[in-house]
């Protein structure tokens, strides 16, 4: 992905990006580091900005590193409500039909032709 | 009425069952986004098709009964073929309407709770941009239809991906809300609820839904090869972290995921002409069943006002 085609993003999908890529640390991040991450030719300078304005929501928190922050994601205080509604969603599979996944359920041969595919498109 | 009547009700009922055959041709061999508005549209002619017959069955069969008939202020009695026949199968028709009434019924509440509950659990989450991550050990993302859109993520599904697929990820999930596609997911259901051959097709709207989505996120990301490694990483994550659930499908025919990511890897092909063909055979199909259950709705309208004293017959 190029830089100009970054600079045509809106805003929200940026933002989703970069939280994205600090949930999937797991560990607190440094813009450099998130830049890094993303590998999507985004400016430091961008990544920046946009780790501010979520501190500014208070969807992510910071800690200082070095002359810099290191951010990570504000963890959910209703962390277990969450996981409870989330089984709750999974009971009976009604919720498929108007909750568009990502991926339906896989049978065991379904398991066998994906790695075949996977490899095959290496 | 006359006797040639029973036979053409049976054509709307009928008419669903060829649908499966012509659904699967149809969502491989046109493209998703066309397959999608076919289906759909065919789904729902066919399923009002059903209805109307099973009605026009019912409320014939329940003219035949002197109370529904004075209440019908009918002063003649309703031309019809023998009650003998006409009954039983008012009776049959009012049984499987009331049925489906139920299951749709059902359908509606599960679904409507469910996605409150999705709602609720998105609106406390954190949100960046459109995206709303939950906390979960078990890989999963689904578009949250409604104001604003929204796309909710598990941390183990953000975890089982590299930047880019979960850019893969979003922009298929940004898709679905952008198409609406909550709405087809909603027709098929209601379609399947009406009658049961008409379930094979909610499934191929289901998929038709997905392909769409997938070959948008294609274009978004500019790579159908790093698009189908995303669904099918995603897939097989998703597959290991539940495994109670594998012990439960069966393993006879290849699903949904394995078809679109060998769909995403195969080279882009132009779509084939049978496929408009089949399309359209889909397409005359479902009017000529909604039509056949409007022309006998209408018959058996004159016929009642011809009972009623209003019209000669």
Same mark, same amino acid.
């Given at each position: ?11 929200? /999908? #940026? ?21 890094? /991450? ?12 946009? #780790? ?61 032709? #994906? ?8 | 009425?006359? $006797? ?28 998703? =986004? ?6 759909? =549209?065919?789904?729902?002619? %066919? @399923? ?14 329940? %003219?035949?009964?002197?109370? $529904?008939?004075?209440?019908? &202020? ?16 008012? =009776? ?7 049925l489906a009434t139920l299951a749709l019924g059902r359908s509606v509440v599960r679904q409507t709770a469910g996605l409150r509950t999705a709602r609720s659990q998105a609106g406390r989450c954190p949100a960046a941009g459109d995206l709303c991550v939950v906390e979960s050990a078990r890989p999963d993302a689904y578009a949250l239809p409604g104001r604003p859109h929204r796309i909710v993520v598990t941390t183990a599904m953000l ?5 880019? +697929?979960? +850019?893969?990820? $979003?922009a298929h999930e940004r898709a679905h809300n952008a198409g609406g596609h909550h709405y087809f997911l909603a027709a098929a259901e209601l379609a399947a609820h009406c009658h049961p051959a008409l379930r094979p097709v909610r499934d191929a709207i289901r998929l038709a839904a997905e392909r769409a989505a997938d070959e948008a996120a294609a274009r978004r990301v500019g790579d159908r090869r790093l698009t189908a490694r995303a669904?099918?990483? @995603? ?45 359209? %055979? ?16 209408? &018959?058996?309208?004159?016929?009642? &006002?011809?009972?009623?004293? +209003?019209?000669?017959?």
């Amino acid at each position: 992905m190029t830089d100009a085609k970054d600079q045509r993003r809106p805003a929200g /999908e #940026l933002e989703a990006a970069v939280m994205a890529a600090l949930w999937a640390a797991g560990a607190p991040l440094t813009p450099a580091q998130v830049q890094a /991450e993303l590998a999507s030719g985004l400016a430091r300078t961008t990544v920046t900005t946009i #780790l501010s304005r979520l501190h500014e929501k208070g969807t992510v928190e910071r800690e200082r590193q070095g002359r810099g922050y290191a951010y990570r994601p504000l963890q959910d205080p209703h962390g277990l409500t969450a996981l409870r509604m989330h089984s709750e969603l999974d009971r009976g599979d009604d919720r498929e039909s108007v909750l568009a996944r990502f991926v339906a359920q896989l049978s065991p041969d379904d398991e066998e032709v #994906l790695r075949r595919l996977l490899q095959e498109g290496q | 009425m006359t $006797f040639s009547f029973l036979p053409v009700l049976l054509v709307p009922l009928l008419a669903p069952c060829v649908a499966p055959l012509l659904a699967r041709r149809v969502l491989d061999r046109c493209p998703p =986004v066309a397959a999608l508005w076919t289906l759909t =549209v065919s789904a729902l002619l %066919l @399923a009002a098709g059903t209805v109307a017959t099973l009605g026009t069955l019912t409320l014939t069969g329940m %003219l035949h009964v002197p109370a $529904f008939a004075a209440v019908g &202020e009918l002063v003649h009695p309703l031309r019809t073929p023998s009650a003998w026949l006409v009954l039983p199968l008012a =009776v049959l028709a009012a049984g499987l309407l009331t049925l489906a009434t139920l299951a749709l019924g059902r359908s509606v509440v599960r679904q409507t709770a469910g996605l409150r509950t999705a709602r609720s659990q998105a609106g406390r989450c954190p949100a960046a941009g459109d995206l709303c991550v939950v906390e979960s050990a078990r890989p999963d993302a689904y578009a949250l239809p409604g104001r604003p859109h929204r796309i909710v993520v598990t941390t183990a599904m953000l975890r089982s991906l590299d930047a880019r +697929e979960r +850019e893969a990820l $979003f922009a298929h999930e940004r898709a679905h809300n952008a198409g609406g596609h909550h709405y087809f997911l909603a027709a098929a259901e209601l379609a399947a609820h009406c009658h049961p051959a008409l379930r094979p097709v909610r499934d191929a709207i289901r998929l038709a839904a997905e392909r769409a989505a997938d070959e948008a996120a294609a274009r978004r990301v500019g790579d159908r090869r790093l698009t189908a490694r995303a669904i099918a990483r @995603a897939a097989l994550a998703t597959h290991t972290a539940d495994t109670r659930r594998s012990a439960v499908t069966p393993a006879a025919t290849t699903g949904p995921v394995p078809r679109r990511v060998a769909a995403l890897l195969s080279p882009t092909h132009r779509p084939l002409r049978t496929g408009s063909w089949i399309a359209a %055979l889909l397409a005359v199909c479902a009017v000529l069943s909604v039509t056949t259950a409007a022309t006998s709705a209408v &018959e058996v309208h004159q016929d009642i &006002e011809v009972a009623q004293g +209003e019209a000669r017959g």
